[in-house]
């Protein structure tokens, strides 16, 4: 049987939305934050209060004396 224009243009349309949503979730497999470790979520603080991803060096530590 012959399909008519709308039931071509129908079939033609939901091909389309799979690609996209076949594009979508590579990109989102891709993108994936979750799972990176602990170590990608450490930030330290040196001693005038400024965040970094790098550890401090340990030369300027100063050692507190308690009473």
Avoid: C, W
Avoid at 49 to 62: C, D, H, R, V, Y
């Amino acid at each position: 049987m012959a399909d008519s224009f709308q039931k071509k243009e129908g079939i033609k349309k939901n091909v389309s939305r799979k690609k996209l949503k076949a594009h979508k979730k590579q990109q989102r497999k891709t993108n994936n934050n979750k799972g990176k470790g602990f170590d990608s979520m450490i930030a330290y603080v040196d001693q005038y209060g400024n965040l970094s991803s790098t550890p401090p060096e340990n030369k300027e530590i100063q050692e507190t004396k308690e009473t």
